[in-house]
């Protein structure tokens, strides 16, 4: 091959799945690291929202004796305990918080994800992106 000519075909080797998130191999490893580590990547953006805000006295993780059951965040506020649970994508299905809220009966009960602020349940769904403006309020 002579200098500044480009060989008529280029070998690109990705893997077969790349399908699924576009022909790009960059992409498919975007899509992949975050289906992999939603929860935690949700749960991370939900501890530095919490962490800001200045009038939050104590944040700390709940679980029951045998380490069957967990809350993703107990916070002290205003002398009120207020359990958040973290939901990463639209279910707010938890086997763990709605026991907890029966057992401890705390006067807020919060949920965050992706679905609108809906408050007509004993627990109150709120935004992941508006959990900095419903605390502050």
């Known amino acids: 091959m002579t200098a500044g000519r480009m060989p008529a075909y280029q070998l690109q080797i990705m893997p077969l799945a790349t399908h699924f998130c576009q022909d790009n191999f960059a992409e498919y490893w975007r899509c992949r690291i975050f289906a992999e580590f939603k929860g935690a990547l949700t749960e991370q953006f939900v501890m530095q929202e919490l962490t800001s805000m200045p009038d939050m006295d104590y944040i700390a993780y709940w679980t029951n004796d045998r380490s069957t059951a967990e809350v993703d965040f107990i916070i002290q506020r205003q002398g009120e305990i207020v359990p958040v649970e973290v939901k990463s994508g639209e279910s707010l299905r938890s086997r763990s918080f709605t026991p907890f809220c029966q057992t401890y009966a705390p ?17 109150v769904n709120v935004p992941l992106y508006g959990l900095k403006a419903f605390f502050g309020r």
């Open 107 to 123: 006067k807020l009960a919060v949920k965050t994800s992706m679905l609108p602020y809906q408050a007509d349940t004993p627990v």
